[in-house]
């Protein structure tokens, strides 16, 4: 066993810190020593994605980040979006649109299609698909995700006209 | 006077059957506040992880632990022999067998439990996983269920090598399971023998895996003090589980409490007992301290439990305008190294006798040969009930291979065959009453929907030019509910179901149910059922299930049981309610039982509906002390449903895809899926579930099969070779319905979620098939990877230019 690090980031816009090992994924760190569990595990292996969170402006699998590779890092979960009591976009549209059932992969998804809707405000149905493609579901058949992140788009941009 | 606007507004405020509320559940789920398994903490708990056998088939010779417990954060190494105290070494199966926990002397599958090590973390004890030493004899391995029952055959289980019987009847080979038939054999041969037409497949359903987002896991703890464990779960039917558990450990089963809490998806995946649950209880009872064990997805792919392997022959007579005269259906069924498929005591096959399916067929014989193999166990009911879809596969291309033969269209030989909309209660050549239909209806609706004759005159010109285009008709019958206690039980326990309610005095309620959501909206759907029955809105409604301390006993959530069973003990229990506020009403109002009537919310008097009593009000009155005589106090209800007979949805599904020849890609340009489950209860979240059913039949169709090597080497058990699909190759999918409700259900569902993975799977190989017929193709296994379709393109000599 190695010894261990002290590593400290942005988590959700609060400075947090963290004594690791080298090898401890970002994944563990955030759900067993940060409390944040929203983020999840279901592969291992970077193709499901429902451990997807924001990683200084970039949605990365926590699955395979290692900690210490986020010392200074700004890092975004599920938990950082509901802002004052007021739900974020996306998870409104998952809501309204029907986009999840056991909810697994619901934050991986939200945060994901977070930064799709950062890189591209209106996004075609065919961009949402393959931007979606790193995050698997297996309970809703994607349709109503993509009506769930359509929903977001254009309530974002009707706020911001 | 109560205007009708009133009693709408009054209805919509309750949001019950029928509106397609939102979602309670999804508040929790879009914060990431979910609370799944592996979210679970408890203080001082240790992690437990497996060393899995790298051999398919081999003897144990020793297992040196000693390097294991010096590595750091390591408390304890587990085997066989440290199960054999508590007598938690073996466990009986839901298939009427017995498991070894941990590997007992010899391993029989690749990637079977032969220690758990437990640390302080789940690092520490992977390491310490990593440095058990077993010594280990390769056997040699019985992979191809074809050759498992030949003479001279390695005998994979020695345990029961003398037994001539694991619980469902006699074995004829040491390899040999059971074997189960239905039907008149005799009639049907003689049906066959002087048939005009024949025809006759070998039709695959591989072996493919539920493949959930969420893995198995556990965390048991028991409190040395009091006796009592806990075990939060993801399971599927946590009463089960507990009866099991306080079966194999005797600790009383008062003293066993399971909780499934927020489950992430199941799909069957979830309903056996693994031995990774049975070793963390141990662990939790020798160190004293809770236990977390959580499957990788790895274990999950290669261990749990795995689908289908069903190995068909399929055999139709009919007469020259192709109406069918009988049916013989066969199947070997690869099982594994132990029988821990699910299945009913009663019926180890047995709902592979609805092959019959939406036809009326007055002959009918099938059979199915389980056998062991060196491969997992566990073949559960993969979004079905106990091997639905494998027999809807087989009738559904069946009924195709016998209209290529005859040169009949695909719709109308249906149409030939169907069973008419009178005839229902219909009682099939098998043994099932199937309770309502209307088939016929459907598959027209669906026709004119994709406007059929439109695509099969494309599909000519697309021909004359040597394009691929294929369209697949499906028009299915399923069975769901299981069931009635008469034919239906797990370990001797029925499989009813059970809610209980108890309306508080301000006139909200709570509900607790036996069943188990994965992902299914449960506290959305049964509270719109309990909100119409009881006149309280669906907002103040509580559901919860899952938690065997808090729910009646019932047999959880799997082949679509819910809404047959669970809804209608929900509704009855609601109807016991009402009756009893009816009385209270009547009290209130100084009038007769008989001459209230009921009103959405409210009792009225009949003739004068400005006396009345709501249902609120009822609810308060019912803790006050103004009750009519010797009327006990508040306003619950218990109800356990044993349902007199399964439900049987249909559905009708059109697929259209394009090939490219030179490829063999597959394009799915149109799926159009109509589906009646009797009445709809929510109408989004029945829309939900279709969309997912159909994207797990499209994955089953055109990628998933769980390969082997002829060693039992499993060869794709992560993400990266297991085929899930993503947003870019999921088609779109276009929804339909009719409404046909059941007529012994009480409020007419018939339960929707396995439907579109039952029917979706033979509507994709049938279009697949249908772009080749023209060709003299009458069947290819599934999946129809670009590879395979490729090869069938280069068998026949189209894929160059």
């Known amino acids: 066993m190695a010894k261990k690090q002290a590593v400290s980031f942005k988590l959700n816009g609060r400075q947090v810190e963290v004594l690791v090992e080298p090898r401890e994924l970002l994944i563990h760190s955030l759900r067993e020593k940060l409390q944040h569990t929203g983020p999840h595990i279901g592969c291992e292996t970077s193709h499901c994605g429902a451990c997807t969170v924001d ?35 996306l998870q409104e549209g998952f809501t309204q649109e029907h986009g999840l059932q056991c909810g697994y992969c619901t934050p991986g998804m939200i945060t994901r299609a977070f930064r799709l809707l950062k890189e591209n405000p209106s996004p075609s149905e065919e961009e949402i698909r393959y931007w979606m493609a790193g995050n698997l579901c297996r309970c809703t058949g994607y349709q109503n995700i993509v009506k769930a992140v359509q929903y977001a788009a254009k309530k974002m941009s009707s706020a911001h006209t | 006077m109560a205007g009708s606007t009133d009693t709408i507004e009054r209805e919509k405020k309750l949001q019950g059957l029928g509106s397609s509320r939102l979602r309670k559940e999804d508040a929790r789920f879009i914060r990431g506040k979910g609370s799944y398994i592996d979210d679970i903490k408890l203080p001082g708990m240790l992690f437990g992880a497996m060393v899995r056998s790298p051999y398919a088939h081999a003897r144990i010779k020793s297992i040196n632990k000693a390097k294991a417990l010096a590595v750091p954060g390591v408390v304890a190494v587990l085997v066989a022999e440290d199960l054999k105290p508590v007598k938690l070494d073996w466990m009986p199966t839901l298939g009427s067998d017995v498991q070894a926990v941990l590997a007992d002397k010899k391993v029989c599958f690749q990637m079977q439990e032969v220690a758990m090590v437990i640390a302080s973390d789940r690092y520490s004890a992977a390491d310490g996983a990593d ?88 965390v048991a703890s028991f409190d040395k003090v009091t006796g009592q464990l806990t075990v939060y779960i993801t399971s599927q039917a946590p009463h ?102 699910v299945s009913a005591t009663k019926l180890p096959a047995g709902l592979f006798s609805i092959c019959t399916g939406s036809y009326d067929i007055p002959k009918a014989y099938c059979r199915v040969d389980a056998v062991y193999t060196n491969k997992a166990p566990g073949g559960v009911a993969y979004r079905c009930s106990l091997r639905v879809t494998e027999a809807v596969y087989l009738i559904e291309r069946m009924i195709d291979v016998l209209a290529q033969k005859l040169s009949i269209d695909k719709a109308e030989i249906r149409r030939r065959n169907f069973v008419s909309a009178d005839k229902f209660p219909y009682n099939t050549s098998l043994g099932w009453t199937i309770d309502s239909g209307n088939y016929q209806a459907a598959l027209e609706k669906v026709l004119k929907a994709v406007d059929y004759e439109g695509l099969r005159r494309e599909q000519v010109q697309k021909r004359a030019k040597g394009e691929l285009m294929g369209i697949g008709v499906c028009t299915f019958t399923e069975i769901v509910g299981a ?56 907002d103040e409604i509580q559901i919860e299930e899952g938690d065997t301390d808090k729910a009646p006993y019932g047999a959880g959530t799997w082949g679509s049981r819910s809404t047959p069973v669970g809804g209608a003990a929900a509704a009855m229990a609601a109807r016991k309610i009402r009756a009893k506020a009816q009385k209270i009403a009547a009290h209130l109002l100084e009038v ?67 090939i490219d020849r030179f490829t063999g890609e597959t394009k799915v340009r149109r799926f159009y899926a109509l589906d009646d489950c009797g009445t709809r209860i929510n109408p989004m979240i029945i829309e939900g579930q279709i969309h997912g059913g159909l994207t797990e039949a499209f994955a089953v169709a055109f990628g998933q099969a769980i390969p082997f090597d002829e060693n039992g080497n499993h060869l794709g058990n992560s993400l990266m070779d297991y085929f899930l699909p993503t947003a870019v190759e999921t088609p779109h999918w276009e929804t339909d319905h009719t409404v046909t409700p059941s007529p012994h259900h009480p409020i007419g569902a018939k339960g929707v979620a396995e439907s579109p993975h039952v029917g979706g799977i033979p509507c994709f190989s049938n279009a697949v098939v249908d772009a080749f017929a023209h060709l003299g193709v009458t069947h290819m296994d599934m999946p129809h990877t670009a590879f395979r379709v490729w090869q069938q393109c280069k068998a026949l000599g189209i894929s160059t230019r």
Not at chain 2, 181 to 197: I, L, R
Not at chain 2, 293 to 311: K, L, M, P, Q, V
């Open chain 1, 55 to 89: 990683l200084d402006g970039m949605s990365v699998k926590s699955c395979t980040v290692l900690t210490v590779q986020c010392q200074d890092a700004e890092v975004l979960t599920i938990e950082g979006f509901e802002q004052s009591g007021e739900l974020h976009a």
């Open chain 2, 131 to 218: 440095m058990v030493e077993v010594d280990y004899e390769e056997l040699p391995a019985i992979v191809d269920p074809h050759k498992s029952m030949a003479p001279g055959a390695p005998v994979i289980r020695e345990d029961i090598a003398g037994k001539d019987e694991v619980g469902h009847g006699k074995r004829t080979h040491p390899n040999h399971i059971f074997t189960w038939e239905a039907g008149d054999k005799a009639a049907t041969d003689a049906v066959f023998a002087g048939a005009a037409v024949t025809v006759r497949e070998e039709i695959l359903n591989p072996r493919v895996h539920p493949c959930p987002m969420e893995t198995c896991g556990c």
């Open chain 2, 240 to 341: 089960l589980v507990r009866t099991v558990v306080a079966m194999l450990s005797g600790i009383p089963e008062s003293k066993i409490r399971i909780i499934g809490g927020d489950i992430g998806g199941g799909f069957g995946n979830k309903v056996p007992i693994y031995p990774g649950y049975v070793v963390a209880i141990v662990a939790s009872i020798v160190t004293g301290v809770p236990i977390k064990w959580i499957e990788s997805r790895i274990d999950n792919i290669s261990t749990t439990g795995f689908a289908r392997d069903y190995h068909g022959v399929g055999e139709l007579a009919a007469d020259k305008d192709g109406r069918i005269k009988a049916l013989r259906f066969t199947a070997l069924a690869d099982h594994g190294a132990f029988n821990s498929h």
């Open chain 2, 483 to 538: 069931g009635p206690t008469k034919v239906c039980d797990i370990l001797g326990i029925g499989l009813f179901d059970s809610c209980d309610i108890r309306v508080n005095p301000t006139g909200s309620a709570i509900a607790r149910l036996g069943t188990m959501s994965q992902g299914q909206g449960h506290a959305t759907t049964y509270a719109q059922i309990i909100a119409t029955e009881l006149g309280l809105s669906s």
């Open chain 2, 592 to 658: 007769g039982e008989g001459d209230l009537e009921w009103e959405v919310d409210r009792f009225k008097v009949k003739g004068n509906p400005a006396q009345a009593r709501t249902m609120k009000e009822i609810a308060m009155a019912a803790h006050t002390s103004n009750l009519p005589d010797g009327m006990e106090k508040g306003l619950d209800a218990t109800e356990y449903y044993d349902p007199p007979n399964m439900t049987f949805p249909f559905g009708a599904y059109v697929c259209v895809v394009d």
